[in-house]
C-alpha cells in the first residue's frame, strides 16, 4: 500500500485548507484511515479517523468542529477539510492506514498557518 497526500500550503490564520490522500497498491485490503500530524519538536498527534465505508468518524481535541474528514472509496481518496485555521495547525500532516497489522504512511504535506 502506498499513499501521498497533497493539498498543504501556507494560509493565514482563519483561512481553510483541504488536504488528499490518494492510496495506491492493495487498496481493496484498506478499512479505517487516518490523519496524523507532527509539528517541529513535538510528537506525532492524532488528528482524525474514518471507518472502511465513512459511518463513523473521530477527531483529536485539538481539531474538533474546526475539521472534517471524509472518503471516497471510487477513487481510494481520503480528504481532510481544515477550516479556521490556527498557526498552532501549522505541522507536516500525515496519511495512515493499517493492513493486516502493518501500518503505512504517507511522506506527509507540510500546511503552515501565519498569524
Known amino acids: 500500500v502506498q499513499l501521498e497526500e497533497s493539498g498543504g500550503g501556507l494560509v493565514q490564520a482563519g483561512g481553510s485548507l483541504r488536504l488528499s490522500c490518494v492510496a495506491s497498491?492493495?487498496?481493496?485490503?484498506?478499512?479505517?484511515m487516518g490523519w496524523f500530524r507532527q509539528a517541529s519538536g513535538r510528537e506525532r498527534e492524532f488528528v482524525a479517523v474514518i471507518s472502511d465505508f465513512g459511518i463513523r468518524t473521530d477527531y483529536g481535541d485539538s481539531v474538533k468542529g474546526r475539521v472534517t474528514i471524509s472518503r471516497d472509496n471510487t477513487k481510494n481518496t481520503l480528504f481532510l477539510q481544515m477550516n479556521n485555521l490556527k498557526p498552532e495547525d501549522t505541522a507536516v500532516y500525515y496519511c495512515q492506514t493499517t493492513v493486516f497489522g502493518t501500518a503505512y504512511w504517507g511522506q506527509g504535506t507540510q500546511v503552515t498557518v501565519s498569524s
Open positions: 497498491g492493495d487498496t481493496i485490503c484498506i478499512s479505517t
